[in-house]
């Protein structure tokens, strides 16, 4: 069983940041990579960014060079930087783990609001 504890949300104006926190605990062998996810009211839950085990990233479009993902393997802990941030990027924002045979967990989420 895994646990993510995610932090860092809260109200920011536009062109602010924000950087997010998740700590994951229990037994992770079985993992892949670990990533961020949002989901605006009304709409689906979409990928933010993603980074595996071996350090390969992956963004969305729409945060590309804005926002940036990092992990310290040693603390078990993912990171979103998020910069610029703009109104629509107003979300919940999930933290995620998944890996093989079925390994895939979720963080409880964090709101992310900006707004002037």
């Known amino acids: 069983q895994v646990q993510l504890l995610e932090s860092g949300g809260g109200l920011v104006q536009p062109g602010g940041s924000l950087r997010l926190s998740c700590v994951a605990s229990g037994s992770m062998f079985r993992s892949i990579a670990m990533g961020w996810y949002r989901q605006a009211p009304g709409k689906q839950r979409e990928l933010v960014a993603k980074?595996?085990?071996?350090?390969?990233?992956n963004y969305a479009d729409s945060v590309k060079g804005r926002f940036t993902i990092s992990r310290d393997n040693a603390k078990n802990t993912a990171y979103l930087q998020m910069n610029s941030l703009k109104p629509e990027d107003t979300a919940i924002y999930y933290c995620?783990?998944?890996?093989?045979?079925?390994?895939?967990?979720w963080g409880q989420g964090t709101q992310v609001t900006v707004s002037s």
């Open positions: 980074m595996t085990n071996s350090g390969s990233t």
């Open positions: 995620n783990i998944f890996g093989f045979e079925g390994f895939d967990y």
